[in-house]
């Protein structure tokens, strides 16, 4: 009966996950409930694996027990010393702005956590402080369980696999050097054009639209030099769509929106839209947003690029649902007030 139970919630958060996933690939909570079901799965394995004595599934688990183990131990000192050595080759690289910078933060944020850990300041606070102090404990494991969600949510949204039967490639702009597309522009418009000649050698090519505006620093629109840059690597003018008014994500989406609109006549028609991996499934979110249905195909950015950008995007998306982080943070900080004042009043007692 108890394998049956076990085994039967693994397939019901398995299923849960998937309908979620299927009904919109484009939610957090994606993240949190893949993590369940990875759980649940685990316990199922755990279970059968003591229960039957198979060999095999005891050493399965008890390696991932090990390796648990040695994560929990050293990941996170293991983690400071990928953040500075990555936070180095960042700024030798991109330079010192505020957002290049982010590794560096966290890496210097965690060595303080160590550094209190090692203190150990509970011991000399009194039992009102110590009360209130567990629930910012509290509040820092729950954005920990949040940032692992978003992580993992990001991560299986990047197998998407759109259809060949698109009107509309949207390419989302990031900024140029002058009048010429960056590197890691260029590597969005080249996973747009490989898509658009994957679809043109069985059907009839979809419409790529350049979506960007001109910044101060920029000559040009992005969109104009993305354009050139299609059409210098094959692409034909007529299929070329200029967007040229947008100035952050959410506007590439409407804007773009409104292009096809106006070419189909409708809302009714097939897009997908082209970003970096790890900016993928926030773009995703402000499609939802933009009343858009597309979803993204990714391109690969540079490795040492991706720690930084990942803290950037999960920063932006924390404060896209600032709400709820403020209501769950307030109700643990009123739970440890009043934590507080009891044991406060138990002490006067």
Not at 12 to 19: K, R
Not at 74 to 87: K, T
Not at 172 to 178: E, T
Request: overall charge positive; charged content about 15%.
């Amino acid at each position: 009966m108890e394998a049956i139970i076990i085994i039967m919630t693994t397939i019901l958060t398995f299923i849960v996950f998937l309908a979620s996933f299927l009904i919109d690939k484009r939610r957090l909570i994606n993240g949190f409930l893949f993590n369940i079901f990875l759980m649940s799965l685990f316990m199922a394995i755990t279970y059968c694996a003591f229960k039957t004595q198979n060999r095999i599934l005891i050493g399965f688990v008890l390696i991932i027990f090990i390796i648990l183990g040695i994560v929990l131990f050293f990941a996170v000192y293991a983690l400071i010393i990928a953040l500075l050595i990555n936070s180095k080759i960042v700024i030798k690289k991109e330079g010192r702005s505020i957002s290049n910078l982010l590794t560096l933060f966290l890496a210097i944020g965690l060595i303080g956590i160590l550094i209190w850990s090692a203190i150990n300041p509970e011991r000399f606070l009194p039992k009102e402080a110590n009360a209130i102090l567990s629930c910012v404990y509290l509040i820092g494991v729950y954005y920990c369980i949040d940032i692992f969600n978003f992580l993992v949510a990001s991560l299986i949204y990047q197998f998407n696999k759109p259809k060949l039967n698109q009107d509309f490639v949207i390419i989302l702009g990031c900024g140029l050097n002058k009048d010429k597309v960056t590197p890691l522009l260029a590597s969005r418009i080249n996973k747009g054009i490989e898509f658009y000649k994957k679809q043109a050698r069985v059907t009839t090519p979809p419409k790529m639209i350049f979506s960007g505006g001109k910044g101060n620093d920029e000559e040009i629109s992005e969109a104009l030099a993305m354009c050139r840059y299609a059409i210098s690597n094959g692409v034909p003018e007529e299929d070329c769509i200029m967007e040229d008014k947008s100035v952050n994500t959410l506007q590439n989406m409407r804007f773009s929106n409104e292009i096809m609109k106006k070419i189909k006549g409708s809302s009714v028609y097939n897009s997908i839209f082209v970003t970096n991996n790890f900016h993928l499934f926030r773009a995703g979110i402000y499609a939802k947003k933009a009343e858009l249905k597309s979803q993204g195909i990714a391109s690969k950015t540079a490795k040492f690029f991706i720690p930084n950008a990942l803290i950037r995007e999960y920063i932006a998306i924390a404060v896209m649902y600032k709400k709820r982080h403020i209501i769950v943070v307030s109700i643990i900080l009123a739970i440890g007030i009043a934590l507080a004042f009891v044991e406060h009043f138990a002490i006067v007692g």
